[in-house]
């Protein structure tokens, strides 16, 4: 058994509220550095292969929440292990059939530099491509979440735009936000983390479930 787990690629996996691994990347727009996107939230995801048909659904679905993702100033960059070319002629193939223009630039990992630093390459996935990876990464450069999808399972757009409005309101607004919660809803108190703490919220007015749930709206 140790012989086989010895003969498994190493894959590097960042970590939630450290910085994000740095790079600098060829792609459909350019040679890009992580230190481009300092002073605006980044979403980095990846894609296993171009001309697929989950991955076109998928770039399809980013590119319709592209200006709901602007509108919260988050960037957009997308990532697999094909070539510039194939990405390029991958984009105009989906203008062409599907009448839709990929915005944001495609990172061409060929040498799977970026991939293997944020834990892209999933050997028990596959052997050679990237999977459905999705990292938001804040305007400090702080990786702050990360989603990993199955092949064969396209990613849900509405959830990483819910994702991404629950970190700024809980960053804007020091609180937690609950299972399931939307933009409006009510967020969560902070838990408190001694007597005094509970005395004071019981105190504030806050909706009390119970002493360490309680409930605020905001904005």
Known sequence: MSEVLASQPVTSMPRLNEPAPDFEA???HGTVRLSDFRDS?????SHPADFTPVCTTEFIGFTEIFPELQKRGVELLGLSIDSVPSHIAWGRAIQEKMGVKIPFPIIADLDKAVSTKYGMLQP?????ETVRAVFVIDPQGI???????????GRNMQEILRLVDALQTS???HV????????GDKVLVPAPTSVDD???NL??????VDWYLMKKSVG
Not at 143 to 153: E, F, G, H, I
């Open 198 to 200: 509970v005395e004071q």
């Open 203 to 208: 105190k504030a007015g806050y909706e009390v």
């Open 26 to 28: 060829a792609t459909t």
């Open 143 to 153: 990786l702050r979440a990360m989603l990993y999808y199955p092949m064969t399972t």
């Open 171 to 173: 960053d804007q607004y």
């Open 41 to 45: 939230w980044l979403i980095l995801f």
């Open 124 to 128: 028990g996935a596959s052997k050679n």
């Open 176 to 183: 937690a936000t609950p299972a399931n919660w939307q933009p």
